[in-house]
């Protein structure tokens, strides 16, 4: 699945900066859940290493960034980003992350994906852009894309967020495992996400590095910037927070399921004491010898109010002693 569109640059002379005075539009190429032949048909036509292509398919690619001159001096800049996305196959919200392969140059913009319409992805095609954010570049597109990603992990945790909640809650009265398994899951995704947020950010800060070494107006670059640092910085703290959250809800709620369990067990024990009483006064009263009331018209019933008489006597004493 390839999108492919062309991208009128806004010309604003409040962002005007060196990149934005080199370009009027540029192409963005767009492919979703490509194959290796078809990678390396887009890069070799534009002249640009195929290994570049390999690093889509590996679902452990962590975050980076190169640049690279290719054989006609063309500038390209080499962008693996990860992304979260949802796994269906999963009853509960379950994440892991995948590389999102971008190529810049002041021309171009190309991007990989193994996953088909992706919200995040459906966000940018949709140019959901938020204001104050002019596209008036390449990089400033990348940089959008960068938002939404961050965007991605703020979603991701707020729903890893909501899951935690539940198992909170489900864990106050339950005796059984079925929270601390649910947190099992949403342990495993804010790892993953933890991780590729750090890298995400690093990838980022390397960006920053360059464009400040290079570009000698970069006023337009550190206000976007600084919008793209906001909100991962948000996406981060979130993931952190939750992973936080999980790692000493995992101890607390094993203490509570305990506790719980010692609760059922104390009733079932009274349960047991009491009924205990009328066993044995029925087999008292079974024995062949005489006894009270045997005699009696309305034995039987003197003997099972006496018992239950008992039996409550007995109860309350237990929850005197609790």
Known sequence: MVHQEEIILEKDDQYQDDITQKADKFVWLHYENPDRDEVNEVLNHYHLPAHFGEYLFDKFETSWIEYYHN????????????????????????????PLVIVMSKDLVLTFVTHINMPFMLEI???HVPSGFPISSSYAFVMYMFFEVAQAYIEASSELHATIRKAEEEGRHSTKNTASYALID??????????????NRDTLAGINRY?????????????VLNRVQIEMHQAETMVKNNLALVEKLNDVLSNVISNNLNDVMSRLTIITIVMTVPTITAGLWGMNV??????????FSIVVIGTLILSMLVYYMFKKWQ
């Open 71 to 98: 054989e006609e001096g063309e500038l390209f800049t080499y962008i693996i980003l990860q992304y979260p996305f949802e796994r269906e196959s999963e009853p509960d919200a379950v994440f892991h992350t995948a």
């Open 125 to 127: 095609k949709n140019k």
């Open 186 to 199: 949403v342990n495993r995704s804010l790892v993953y996400m933890s991780t590729a947020v750090g890298d």
């Open 211 to 223: 464009f400040t070494h290079n570009e000698n107006n970069t006023y337009y670059h550190e206000r």
């Open 290 to 299: 005489a006894l009270p009331f045997e005699d009696n018209l309305h034995g």
